[in-house]
């Protein structure tokens, strides 16, 4: 009976928001955080005036089985996507759902933050490190340290199967010379478990549960400032990113206003509206927000979002394998 509730209460909110999604003049589907959602539609609101935009915000994986049924049933409400990582979006790319858009604000980014024939666009760095607790006997300074006996048993980190970010940092750190999937290997054997998306990661650690975990930098930075007692560490061997990009359906109903939120988050006023909500903006020239180092001094792994995509169900796999997760 509880599972009928579920499934009627699922029903009656995607019709709600189906119903909704007709209504406006743009819809926008993001794995931002609530309130940074909502900050970002509030921006690009009152740059256009008199827009109406509804969102639906959910993880990476989640928004994207919700898109995927939309598209295979034919009638996909969304105009726009802001969600965690260009290999999903090259992803839809090749697949042809995308539609090309040639932003004028593109010659104020790095050419490696972009798509070149202009599909998706980095809209920030988020990086994925160490966070700790401030009472944990050791403090870390490289990834190679929470495969230490010092930390058997207090590793978590999040699952390449509820986080788009967690996938990405998986395959980063695959392909370092000296980690590898063998790094893995010794996390798990020293007792790490994997599990959840980063919110679960953040509250094990700062709760003092787990003493150390994998997480992305602006949640332990925010809620260090607010008093929690945890730290986080940009490893000696570089750190993975995700760069949450933004890009346009090839089936929007909105096209002129889905180019004008591409415009918008890409605008050093979009980018401004990052910054204050604790990221590292992706456009060239930006400060980066209180608790960060400055950001030439954040050593960047590189991925390749082509062969990520390619070797994608493979690497889940791998990464499943070894913690033993069913999906």
Same mark, same amino acid.
């Given at each position: 009976?509880? @599972?009928?509730?579920?499934?009627?209460?699922?029903? =009656?909110?995607?019709?709600?928001?189906?119903?909704?999604?007709?209504?406006?003049?743009?819809?926008?589907?993001?794995? #931002?955080?609530?309130?940074?959602?909502?900050?970002?539609?509030?921006?690009?609101?009152?740059? @256009?005036?008199?827009?109406? !935009? #509804?969102?639906? $915000?959910? *993880?990476?994986?989640?928004?994207?089985?919700?898109?995927?049924?939309?598209?295979?049933?034919?009638?996909?409400?969304?105009? =726009?996507?802001?969600?965690?990582?260009?290999?999903?979006?090259?992803?839809?790319?090749?697949?042809?759902?995308?539609?090309?858009?040639?932003?004028?604000?593109?010659?104020?980014?790095?050419?490696?933050?972009?798509?070149?024939?202009?599909?998706?666009?980095?809209?920030?760095?988020?990086?994925?490190?160490?966070?700790?607790?401030?009472?944990?006997?050791?403090?870390?300074?490289?990834?190679?340290?929470?495969?230490?006996?010092?930390?058997?048993?207090?590793?978590?980190?999040?699952?390449?199967?509820?986080?788009?970010?967690?996938?990405?940092?998986?395959?980063?750190?695959?392909?370092?010379?000296?980690?590898?999937?063998?790094? %893995?290997?010794?996390?798990?054997?020293?007792?790490?478990?994997?599990?959840?998306?980063?919110?679960?990661?953040?509250?094990? !650690?700062?709760? *003092?549960?787990?003493?150390?975990?994998?997480?992305?930098?602006?949640?332990?930075? $925010?809620? /260090?400032?607010?008093?929690?007692?945890?730290?986080?560490?940009?490893?000696?061997?570089?750190?993975?990113?995700?760069?949450?990009?933004?890009?346009?359906?090839?089936?929007?109903?909105?096209?002129?206003?889905?180019?004008?939120?591409?415009? %918008?988050?890409?605008?050093? /006023?979009?980018?401004?509206?990052?910054?204050?909500?604790? %990221?590292?903006?992706?456009?060239?020239?930006?400060? =980066?927000?209180? *608790?960060?180092?400055? $950001?030439?001094?954040?050593?960047?792994?590189?991925?390749?979002?082509?062969?990520?995509?390619?070797?994608?169900?493979?690497?889940?796999?791998?990464?499943?394998?070894?913690? *033993?997760? /069913?999906?």
């Amino acid at each position: 009976m509880k @599972n009928l509730l579920s499934a009627f209460t699922a029903l =009656v909110a995607f019709g709600m928001i189906a119903g909704a999604a007709e209504a406006a003049d743009l819809v926008l589907y993001t794995s #931002q955080p609530n309130e940074d959602a909502q900050a970002t539609v509030d921006g690009f609101k009152a740059a @256009n005036p008199g827009l109406d !935009v #509804q969102w639906v $915000r959910d *993880g990476t994986p989640q928004i994207m089985a919700k898109l995927n049924a939309e598209i295979q049933a034919g009638n996909p409400a969304a105009d =726009v996507l802001l969600i965690a990582d260009t290999v999903t979006l090259e992803r839809m790319k090749q697949a042809g759902q995308l539609m090309a858009y040639k932003s004028p604000e593109a010659a104020n980014y790095d050419k490696a933050l972009y798509d070149a024939d202009g599909f998706y666009y980095s809209t920030k760095l988020i990086t994925t490190g160490i966070i700790y607790n401030t009472q944990a006997a050791m403090k870390p300074t490289s990834w190679a340290d929470l495969a230490k006996p010092e930390a058997k048993g207090l590793v978590t980190m999040p699952s390449p199967l509820a986080s788009g970010a967690a996938l990405i940092h998986a395959q980063t750190l695959a392909g370092v010379s000296g980690l590898g999937w063998d790094y %893995y290997k010794n996390l798990k054997a020293n007792g790490a478990i994997a599990a959840g998306g980063n919110g679960a990661i953040l509250k094990s !650690v700062a709760s *003092g549960e787990k003493a150390y975990g994998f997480v992305v930098d602006y949640l332990p930075i $925010r809620e /260090k400032a607010k008093g929690a007692p945890v730290e986080f560490v940009f490893p000696k061997e570089g750190v993975s990113a995700v760069t949450e990009p933004a890009a346009i359906l090839a089936s929007t109903k909105h096209a002129d206003n889905a180019k004008k939120f591409i415009d %918008y988050v890409l605008s050093q /006023k979009g980018q401004e509206g990052f910054l204050k909500l604790g %990221y590292i903006p992706a456009r060239n020239g930006m400060a =980066v927000p209180p *608790g960060f180092p400055a $950001r030439d001094t954040i050593k960047l792994l590189p991925i390749n979002a082509p062969d990520a995509l390619k070797n994608s169900e493979k690497d889940v796999k791998a990464f499943a394998d070894i913690f *033993g997760i /069913k999906g």
